[in-house]
Nanobody
Framework: QVQLVESGGGLVQPGGSLRLSCAAS????????MGWYRRAPGKERELVAG???????NYVDSVKGRFTISRDNAKNAVYLQMNSLKPEDTAVYYC?????????WGQGTQVTVSS
């Protein structure tokens, strides 16, 4: 069984920064891709940032230039650096991984951007 554990959420003022971390644990023999999703109040879950199978990155338009996804393959970890945060970034952020040919989700971490 594989588990994804996120950390790094919290309350931040507009214009501030946060860094989310997600680490996969368990018996892992293949990590195909990992990424970050979010669900804002009253909205559907959306892909925020992720790695494609060929190693490229993609971002939802609303975060381009502000968020950066990175990964540490040796640690089976993925990170999301979020800068210039806006109130509309408030959401529960979920780590997602296609690992051992199965999709896994983290438990989610709350990010609140408010003054």
């Amino acid at each position: 069984q594989v588990q994804l554990v996120e950390s790094g959420g919290g309350l931040v003022q507009p214009g501030g920064s946060l860094r989310l971390s997600c680490a996969a644990s368990g018996t892992i023999f293949r990590v195909t891709t990992m990424g970050w999703y979010r669900r804002a109040p009253g909205k559907e879950r959306e892909l925020v940032a992720g790695f494609t199978t060929d190693g490229n990155t993609n971002y939802v338009d609303s975060v381009k230039g502000r968020f950066t996804i990175s990964r540490d393959n040796a640690k089976n970890a993925v990170y999301l650096q979020m800068n210039s945060l806006k109130p509309e970034d408030t959401a529960v952020y979920y780590c997602n991984g296609y690992i051992n040919y199965v999709y896994y989700w983290g438990q989610g971490t709350q990010v609140t951007v408010s003054s």
